[in-house]
């Protein structure tokens, strides 16, 4: 009797170290369709780019030749033209103090210049629009204009899960997913949800990286508040419970050597 429950032990044991070993290669790999490396690095298309709208945050920075204007646009800058590359957003707080919140009407309120409709114009033209009105005021102004509330949540089996902010005109997912460090070796590629919210409604779409049409899906281009959620694959789902199964082997084994020691003692 003895024997044999060693036996089922054993066999228990080999099950669980098959199932939590025999993942393949292809499994591991995003684009496993795509077999040419050219092919992983050209996105069809352009990238749709971002369009301000009212009540977005705007990092706008106006240089000139004039050290005193330029701290009337840039507060957060120390002295002498350009100096504020060092830090060229800042932190959170001062990003919510110092950026320029789009009114209601579409405008912008700037020092010297005054207002300006940004609304309905992506970056570029936002930028040639303060720079028109700017003329008129200030000799060769040099402007940028970015926008500092187009943040995502990447989640889940990432090595670095968090809110990751775009200050550019558009982000994908791939990118997205880079800055949270790429997935773990967890991660279901077959099946990355995207999680959108619009103004009346909340939709999760499903994305399979395994396969190039990812570069076609609706959420390839990732908008400000998606959530990216790369949900565990199966290994990790039977490495969890395998956790679980070692416990209770474990717990056999020892019963079985006390049974054994005492069998071997008392009888």
Do not use: W
């Not at 780019?49 to 005193?68: A, G, Q, S």
């Amino acid at each position: 009797m003895m024997k044999r429950s060693y036996v089922i032990y054993f066999l228990l044991m080999g099950f669980i170290v098959v199932q939590t070993s025999c993942r393949s290669s292809k499994e591991l790999t995003m684009f496993a369709d795509m077999h040419d490396e050219k092919s992983l690095f050209e996105i069809p298309g352009d990238a749709p780019e971002y369009i301000i709208k009212p009540f977005d945050n705007l990092y706008l920075n106006v240089l000139t030749l004039d050290e005193e204007i330029n701290q009337l646009f840039n507060p957060t800058m120390g002295n002498g033209y350009g100096s504020g590359t060092q830090q060229l957003f800042g932190d959170r707080a001062s990003q919510y103090i110092n950026g320029y919140m789009v009114a209601e009407d579409g405008t912008v309120n700037l020092p010297v210049i005054g207002k300006v409709k940004v609304a309905g114009l992506n970056l570029s033209e936002a930028q040639a629009q303060v720079r028109e009105q700017a003329e008129v005021y200030l000799k060769d102004p040099n402007i940028k204009v970015k926008v500092l509330n187009f943040k995502v949540n990447v989640t889940g089996e990432v090595k670095s899960p968090g809110l990751y902010y775009n200050y550019e005109g558009s982000l994908n997912i791939i990118d997205a997913i880079s800055m949270a460090n790429g997935i773990t070796e967890f991660a279901d590629i077959k099946n990355v949800l995207v999680i959108r919210h619009n103004e009346n409604e909340t939709k999760t779409y499903s994305i399979n990286f395994s396969d190039k049409s990812v570069y076609y899906s609706d959420v390839f281009y990732l908008q400000p508040n998606d959530i990216v959620y790369i949900q565990p694959n199966r290994f990790k789902r039977t490495r969890e419970n395998t956790n679980i199964y070692s416990l209770i082997l474990s717990t056999i084994s020892t019963l079985l050597v006390a049974g054994t020691v005492i069998n071997n003692n008392f009888f």
